[in-house]
């Protein structure tokens, strides 16, 4: 059934039409030209876009003759055979002041044990205690049945020696720190770091996903020019500004240079700038200040105003494992939210035992252990600078200390010669290691390390020997 159309039904489309001409008079030129490009893409492609030709299905000839000229990316990059690591110097018996490498005992200025604690006798005897006791492992992280009373005992004398509120201890060194910056400072904080701390650290500022500023190595003006340009940028947008935290990392004593910070400054500008400082001791505990408490000891500064100090007992305490030590309120957020705390099984508690005696000797009244490795490393340090031909990187009073040869002499090669002919003459050394992904490489040198036990003869025997390898090296 049809119907045609009325003189009205005329009349009424050409008064819609003319109202869409005028419509489009009045439409503005972006409406207009978006809707001439709507209409061309519908025709082009109606008209022009060619289908998707359909693909053609190998035989099994071709798909075995893609596979055999297929070649898979190595899985792992090609390492020369003769690289140092792969071609270590095997030891036999106690790491301690001497050590014995192919049955040859030599004069041990190579690995961290500044005190002497391995291989000391009231050390081992608490660790065969513990053994007795408790047995070898913990095999669970500390809040799953991990937790033994030992730990807490370590952790209450490590907060004690400190001087602060509560201490949380980590079963692996490089863990501890690289654990406790991801615990706090999360995406859109901001870090202000020192080019020049260590490998460990530069892993949690990683893992932080914070924004980092870093600073020339101990160089407090330029860490003051990044903190006033964040001021500026901070009063544009205070809003924001104001959930931002802030965190300067740095290092009591810097592993890669041997040098003490310029905490004092650091801590004038904490108040000024409104930033937390986290500082890492591993090199400076037990080696610097009266009673071996580090940098802080050193400097006088209150300990409170350090809002976290981490280290290391794999050092002078002749241990494994890690710290930190702070305020109740910061160290126990670290037990919810410190990977290497809350997923790594506890820390063995031998070892545990071990580092409560090193703190027992560390604590004793007439000790002079921190007195000695001062004055010691001072002496060590003079007699470096009287040998021409090397520079000398380090505080005097640093146990630490890196040598180099002077300007195109310094390679890793000439380095190498140094510490093989060292090694010849009962001298045991080493060239200082770095990742190719450090944030900044120093320049290659030799890492010397004082143990206390050492004396002024063997001293003088180690610059000798050092003198007689330069000529050789250099000529």
């Known amino acids: 059934m049809g119907s045609s159309m009325t003189r009205g039904d005329i009349e009424n489309l050409a008064t819609d039409f003319y109202g869409l001409l005028e419509s489009f008079k009045h439409a503005p030129l972006y409406h207009i030209s978006f809707e001439i490009f709507l209409v061309l893409a519908v025709i082009w492609l109606v008209v022009f876009r060619k289908p998707r030709p359909i693909e053609k299905k190998l035989t099994e000839k071709e798909k075995q003759d893609l596979i055999d000229e297929w070649q898979p990316e190595p899985l792992v990059p090609s390492v020369d055979p003769n690289h140092p690591a792969l071609n270590v110097r095997v030891l036999d018996g106690i790491v301690g002041k001497t050590v014995e490498i192919d049955g040859k005992k030599s004069l041990n200025f190579a690995t961290f044990n500044f005190l002497n604690f391995v291989g000391n006798q009231r050390i081992a005897d608490k660790a065969i205690q513990a053994v007795q006791k408790y047995g070898v492992g913990s095999c669970g992280p500390r809040g799953f049945y991990g937790t033994i009373d030992i730990h807490l005992e370590l952790e209450e004398r490590l907060a004690r020696f400190f001087q602060c509120e509560e201490g949380i201890i980590y079963s692996y060194g490089f863990s501890t720190i690289a654990s406790i910056i991801p615990a706090y400072s999360k995406r859109n904080d901001i870090l202000f770091v020192d080019e020049g701390v260590h490998y460990a650290i530069q892993k949690g500022v990683e893992a932080s996903r914070s924004h980092v500023k870093w600073f020339r190595h101990n160089d407090i003006n330029d860490l003051e020019r990044l903190l006033a340009e964040q001021e500026v940028l901070d009063k544009k947008i205070p809003k924001k500004a104001r959930s931002i935290r802030r965190f300067l990392i740095i290092e009591g004593l810097y592993v890669n240079y041997g040098d003490i910070c310029p905490l004092p400054r650091m801590v004038e500008l904490k108040y000024k700038y409104k930033y937390r400082i986290f500082m890492d001791e591993s090199v400076s505990f037990g080696t610097i200040g009266q009673a071996g408490r580090g940098v802080t000891e050193y400097y006088g500064i209150d300990r409170q105003k350090i809002d976290l100090i981490s280290s290391t007992l794999e050092y002078a305490a002749g241990s494994i494992g890690g710290f930190a030590v702070g305020s109740s309120f910061v160290v126990d957020h670290q037990r919810l939210s410190a990977q290497g705390y809350c997923f790594s099984a506890s820390l063995p508690p031998l070892l545990a035992a071990a580092a409560i005696e090193a703190l027992n000797i560390m604590e004793e009244d007439n000790t002079l252990l921190f007195e000695t490795i001062m004055e010691k490393s001072?002496?060590?340090?003079?007699?470096?600078?009287?040998?021409?031909?090397?520079?000398?990187?380090?505080?005097?009073?640093?146990?630490?200390?890196?040598?180099?040869?002077?300007?195109?002499?310094?390679?890793?090669?000439?380095?190498?010669?140094?510490?093989?002919?060292?090694?010849?003459?009962?001298?045991?050394?080493?060239?200082?290691?770095?990742?190719?992904?450090?944030?900044?490489?120093?320049?290659?040198?030799?890492?010397?390390?004082?143990?206390?036990?050492?004396?002024?003869?063997?001293?003088?025997?180690?610059?000798?020997?050092?003198?007689?390898?330069?000529?050789?090296?250099?000529?």
């Open 378 to 475: 001072k002496r060590l340090h003079k007699k470096l600078l009287s040998i021409k031909g090397y520079i000398i990187s380090g505080d005097e009073i640093s146990p630490l200390k890196h040598i180099r040869l002077t300007h195109a002499f310094n390679t890793i090669g000439r380095l190498e010669e140094i510490v093989q002919f060292a090694q010849t003459r009962d001298i045991t050394i080493t060239v200082a290691r770095y990742l190719n992904d450090e944030h900044l490489l120093p320049e290659p040198s030799i890492r010397l390390i004082l143990n206390v036990e050492m004396t002024d003869e063997e001293l003088e025997f180690l610059c000798a020997v050092l003198q007689e390898a330069l000529v050789k090296v250099t000529t």
